[in-house]
């Protein structure tokens, strides 16, 4: 007869609530510099046609 005897001890159960926020991932730079041209791009939209006039490009002569 064994002296010792071994029992398996399981892992605690993971505690995840339903309502709990997923951790997202953290962009990448290149998408965090893409987001901020979008944003001075959408700015400069929005300001040119508070003034009632659309902007010109300069053409190349």
Not at 3 to 10: A, G, L
Not at 44 to 60: E, F, L, M, T, V
Request: glycine share 2%.
């Amino acid at each position: 007869m064994p002296v010792f005897t071994f029992e398996k001890i399981s892992p605690p159960m993971r505690r995840v609530s339903a309502s709990a926020p997923v951790a997202e991932k953290p962009r990448s730079v290149i998408v965090q510099i893409l987001d901020r041209f979008v944003e001075t791009r959408a700015k400069r939209k929005i300001s040119a046609d508070k003034a009632g006039k659309p902007r010109q490009r300069k053409s190349a002569k």
